[in-house]
């Protein structure tokens, strides 16, 4: 029998807009444009003859058609995760690809790897910078992200949500400066005197003496220990911390569970 060819792309679009109900929030997930999210989404909505989704007052909405498949698409995801992971099975098990945003890589994730690997010669690590990994663009058995919670995959925080604001040491050119970077929880709409696209680069500009930011406690703790920066305020309590996630298949390998129970125990 002659199979239907699929929109695979355009149907993992579809899922992440679905859960989301935003178009904007499903792009950064995916690490595309909103207006690509809305390409795709038209595109599928064409290929099928349907509307999947509808604005309101209220914003984005699922049609009863859009709502209809998704149960069993979701499904259909996982099964193809599992079949990957099926064939998968028993090869690289000592080989792990794990993606993390750099300055936690290598303040946090880097020594403790080198510990795991001490203790098991055998072990090979591939390592990716990765702000926000993306499972479904990259092949990863595990990956940190800065985040509320573990949001869709499975996860294991592995650091309180603390905050704190640090500046240069010994740079008095640099009072009054800012350094902002994207999703810092800054309460003030003045805009950053130094802009940057990440925490590890936020905390490199204070250590240069560019001005103070606002980073997680967690990924600025050991600078703040060896005296590079100095603390401004806090810490305090914020919304999000690092967690260590990945889809169901991997956290059902061995291998996956094994290196997880060692990092939490680092902690």
Same mark, same amino acid.
């Given at each position: 029998?002659?199979?239907?060819?699929?929109?695979?792309?355009?149907?993992?679009?579809?899922?992440?807009?679905?859960?989301?109900?935003?178009?904007?929030?499903?792009?950064?997930?995916?690490?595309?444009?909103?207006?690509?999210?809305?390409?795709?989404?038209?595109?599928?909505?064409?290929?099928?003859?349907?509307?999947?989704?509808?604005?309101?007052?209220?914003?984005?909405?699922?049609?009863?058609?859009?709502?209809?498949?998704?149960?069993?698409?979701?499904?259909?995801?996982?099964?193809?995760?599992?079949?990957?992971?099926?064939?998968?099975?028993?090869?690289?098990?000592?080989?792990?690809?794990?993606? =993390?945003?750099?300055?936690?890589?290598?303040?946090? %994730? #880097?020594?403790? @790897? !080198?510990?795991?690997?001490? +203790?098991? &010669? /055998?072990?090979?690590?591939?390592?990716?910078?990765?702000?926000? =990994?993306?499972?479904?663009?990259?092949?990863?058995? %595990? #990956?940190?992200? @800065? !985040?509320?919670?573990?949001? +869709?995959? &499975? /996860?294991?925080?592995?650091?309180?949500?603390?905050?704190?604001?640090?500046?240069?040491?010994?740079?008095?050119?640099?009072?009054?400066?800012?350094?902002?970077?994207?999703?810092?929880?800054?309460?003030?709409?003045?805009?950053?005197?130094?802009?940057?696209?990440?925490?590890?680069?936020?905390?490199?500009?204070?250590?240069?003496?560019?001005?103070?930011?606002?980073?997680?406690?967690?990924?600025?703790?050991?600078?703040?220990?060896?005296?590079?920066?100095?603390?401004?305020?806090?810490?305090?309590?914020?919304?999000?911390?690092?967690?260590?996630?990945?889809?169901?298949?991997?956290?059902?390998?061995?291998?996956?569970?094994?290196?997880?129970?060692?990092?939490?125990?680092?902690?």
């Amino acid at each position: 029998m002659k199979r239907t060819l699929l929109p695979l792309n355009a149907l993992r679009v579809y899922d992440a807009a679905a859960r989301h109900l935003s178009f904007t929030k499903a792009a950064d997930e995916l690490a595309v444009t909103p207006a690509a999210v809305g390409q795709q989404i038209r595109a599928l909505e064409d290929h099928l003859g349907t509307v999947l989704f509808r604005r309101t007052s209220k914003g984005l909405e699922l049609t009863e058609e859009g709502e209809a498949g998704l149960d069993n698409l979701r499904e259909g995801f996982l099964r193809f995760e599992e079949s990957v992971s099926a064939m998968q099975a028993g090869q690289a098990v000592d080989r792990y690809a794990i993606g =993390a945003p750099r300055g936690i890589l290598e303040s946090w %994730l #880097a020594p403790r @790897l !080198a510990a795991f690997q001490a +203790e098991r &010669p /055998g072990v090979r690590f591939q390592l990716r910078e990765r702000e926000r =990994a993306d499972f479904s663009e990259a092949n990863l058995d %595990l #990956a940190i992200w @800065l !985040a509320e919670g573990p949001e +869709e995959f &499975p /996860g294991e925080q592995i650091s309180k949500p603390l905050w704190v604001t640090v500046g240069p040491v010994d740079s008095p050119h640099a009072k009054g400066r800012s350094v902002g970077w994207p999703g810092d929880g800054r309460d003030t709409d003045a805009e950053p005197c130094i802009a940057v696209g990440s925490a590890g680069q936020a905390l490199a500009s204070v250590i240069a003496g560019m001005g103070s930011a606002r980073l997680p406690f967690a990924l600025a703790s050991e600078a703040i220990d060896a005296g590079r920066v100095r603390v401004e305020d806090g810490p305090v309590e914020g919304r999000r911390s690092y967690w260590l996630v990945a889809p169901p298949p991997q956290w059902r390998q061995k291998k996956v569970r094994a290196l997880v129970e060692y990092l939490k125990a680092s902690i």
